[in-house]
C-alpha cells in the first residue's frame, strides 16, 4: 500500500525509483527468460479496471521497460502486453490503457525499437493492434500512430484515465 501511495504523491510516477520498484527491476534483470516472462505475466495480469492496483502495476510495466538494461525485456514487456491485446475483445482497460501509453508517450521510444522492425510481418501486427486500441488511431507516427508529444492521459501526473469507455 505504501508503493501505491508512494506513487501518487510523485509528479512523474513512471520514472520514480522505490524500494518495490527496484525489486521489480531486479528480479527483471536476475531471473533467466521463463522467470522474466512469468514475473510479467504475473504483473500483467493485475492491469484490470480503473482503481490503485491497475494504476499501481500500469507504473510498474511502464518503468520497466523505460529503465531495462537491454532491449530483451523491453521485448518481453511488449510480447506479454500483446498476447493478450491479439486475443477477442473485450480487453481489460489496465491492459489498453498500458499498452496506448507505452506506444503513444515519446518518453518511451517505442517506434525506434529495434523489434518493432525486426519484419514488415511483425510491424504491421504491432500497427493493426494500435490501430485497434485506439479505435482506428490518428497522431503523427508511422502507420499514423504516434499522436501528440507528451502521450495520452494514462500512468503519469493524474492517474490513468480512459481515452474511451470501458470494456
Not at 87 to 111: A, D
Amino acid at each position: 500500500m505504501e508503493a501505491i501511495l508512494a506513487l501518487q504523491g510523485q509528479a512523474s510516477p513512471a520514472l520514480t525509483t522505490s524500494a518495490p520498484l527496484e525489486i521489480f527491476q531486479r528480479l527483471g534483470d536476475d531471473l533467466d527468460a521463463q522467470g522474466r516472462y512469468c514475473m510479467l505475466n504475473a504483473i500483467a495480469n493485475q492491469l484490470r479496471y480503473p482503481n490503485n492496483q491497475t494504476y499501481y502495476f500500469s507504473c510498474v510495466l511502464l518503468y520497466l521497460f523505460a529503465e531495462a538494461k537491454s532491449e530483451a525485456m523491453q521485448e518481453m514487456v511488449t510480447r506479454v502486453l500483446l498476447e493478450r491485446l491479439i486475443v477477442h475483445r473485450p480487453h481489460p482497460w489496465g491492459l489498453l490503457i498500458t499498452f496506448i501509453e507505452l506506444i503513444k508517450n515519446p518518453q518511451y521510444n517505442f517506434w525506434e525499437r529495434r523489434f518493432v522492425h525486426c519484419a514488415t510481418e511483425i510491424e504491421r501486427l504491432f500497427e493493426s493492434v494500435a490501430r485497434s486500441c485506439m479505435g482506428g488511431g490518428g497522431g503523427g507516427g508511422p502507420g499514423g500512430l504516434g499522436g501528440p508529444p507528451g502521450g495520452i492521459a494514462g500512468p503519469g501526473p493524474g492517474g490513468p484515465q480512459a481515452t474511451r469507455g470501458s470494456p
